[in-house]
């Protein structure tokens, strides 16, 4: 089966520099919002990645305009509800949650109806959490079980809202926010932590949002209709994937990676804050800021002994797409480590609770749950010696790409794993990078 790898040893020390993609959250709010811009933006260093492409796929259907030049991306906004969409229009949002659940709030003064629908895990993902804001708003949405497929009528009548949202979801925030642009008046949220790329971008473009930041919410304000002025962004490196190289280096022997202008927002570092608590070797080096967003270079070297952690649970939204990879690390940890309150992560491209547990114990590691909290009893001698067979995880990029991280630290006779092309979604390059720094992967 082509569509599998197979990895027969673990990778030999490596001492490299890399370049990992460009950040994902940041290339897809670069074009809903220059595509509202009244003019021509130009984006440096967009991620060139199945969701990114699907975003200007929808996009080009409601009349955005885009031209690939030399070294960035050229993309012709409409200005605020200027979209144009044509009769029976259907937005294919792929397997990107995050495409799909912004861009319904980015059409919501269009008038015109059309229907969304995505690819099969797209299809099991709860739509509710931005049915109700946008419900009301104004939008009428038609669903069954609040799943895709679904039907939208936006309206040019929106009434400024008040909401809660309470899921610490990135994805609803930016769905409000951009809801609200296309609003007259001021929309009020009550915002639990999460990444902050839209509120930062927004700011960087001198919208008028305010941002009031507490511990556990942030209060936001957005007056509506106002002009975005076109800009030119340059996008940094992906946290979520600079991650895979830097647990793939501390849990392999004597090696030392340096990974360049990754993108170290401090709602997006939750995984370092819990790897350093658990005695990583991780350093940060060159911080400089770029249109509101921090950057840097990390640097990273082996850790021969890990403590386990007993993580809090403010720090979930901040690493909720690295779980995976710190619970690989909490295996080889002395002691047990806990996670709480992890439905969020059930939620994603597959139910990625149920699926990490069931690869920690097929790896021979205990793990106990009780509703969404759970333990692992890590072990520090952790070597693996049978055959694996990694299947049966919806194509999720990230479960592909931990396991081969896995494969390539932990041991092991032999590995199978199914679905290489999932990481086309987000890190096409991933298995090139891991090749060029040495390892055997077929
Ligand atoms: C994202 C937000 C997160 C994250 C996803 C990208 C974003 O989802 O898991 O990979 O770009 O806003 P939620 O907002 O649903 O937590």
Avoid at 153 to 161: C, E, F, K, N, V
Avoid at 202 to 222: A, G, H, R, S
Wanted: hydrophobic share 40%.
């Amino acid at each position: 089966m082509s569509n599998q790898v197979k990895i027969k040893e673990t990778i030999k020390p490596f001492k490299k520099k890399i370049f990992v993609s460009s950040d994902k959250s940041i290339s897809i709010r670069c074009l809903l919002l220059s595509s509202i811009a009244l003019g021509k933006s130009k984006i440096y260093n967009l991620l060139q990645s199945e969701d990114v492409i699907d975003t200007i796929k929808a996009l080009k259907k409601v009349g955005v305009n885009f031209v690939s030049k030399k070294n960035y991306l050229e993309v012709s906004g409409v200005g605020i509800n200027g979209f144009k969409i044509k009769k029976n229009t259907t937005i294919n949002a792929g397997n990107s949650g995050t495409l799909a659940r912004c861009f319904l709030g980015l059409c919501a003064g269009s008038k015109n109806k059309f229907k969304m629908i995505g690819d099969k895990s797209l299809s099991k993902r709860d739509f509710l959490r931005v049915i109700e804001p946008l419900n009301l708003f104004g939008v009428k949405i038609k669903s069954k079980n609040n799943l895709l497929p679904i039907e939208v009528t936006g309206t040019d009548m929106l009434r400024p809202i008040n909401f809660n949202e309470n899921k610490g979801s990135a994805q609803v925030k930016t769905c409000v926010i951009l809801s609200a642009l296309n609003t007259r008046g001021i929309t009020k949220i009550k915002a639990k932590k999460s990444r902050n790329h839209t509120e930062q971008m927004l700011k960087f473009l001198d919208y008028p949002i305010k941002v009031k930041k507490n511990k556990i919410y942030d209060l936001i304000e957005v007056e509506g209709s106002h002009q975005i002025k076109p800009f030119k962004y340059k996008v940094p490196g992906d946290i979520s994937s600079a991650s895979f190289f830097i647990v793939l280096t501390l849990l392999s022997k004597n090696s030392e990676l340096l990974i360049k202008n990754i993108n170290i927002n401090p709602t997006r570092i939750g995984i370092l804050k819990i790897l350093k608590k658990m005695n990583a070797n991780i350093k940060i080096n060159n911080k400089r800021n770029y249109n509101g967003e921090l950057i840097g270079d990390i640097k990273v070297k082996s850790t021969k002994k890990f403590n386990s952690i007993n993580c809090k649970s403010q720090l979930n939204s901040s690493a909720i797409d690295e779980f995976l990879l710190i619970f690989l690390v909490a295996s080889k940890s002395k002691g047990v480590s806990i996670f709480r309150n992890l439905d969020e992560l059930n939620k994603k491209e597959s139910p990625r609770l149920n699926v990490a547990i069931n690869f920690l114990k097929m790896i021979g590691i205990k793990v106990s749950r009780k509703n969404n909290n759970i333990k692992i009893f890590g072990n520090p001698q952790l070597i693996l010696k049978n055959t694996y067979h990694v299947k049966n995880f919806l194509k999720d990029h990230r479960v592909f790409m931990m396991s081969v991280v896995a494969a390539l630290t932990l041991g092991g006779k032999f590995w199978k794993i199914n679905d290489k092309d999932a990481i086309k979604t987000s890190f096409p390059n991933f298995l090139n990078i891991l090749k060029n720094i040495g390892a055997k992967i077929s």
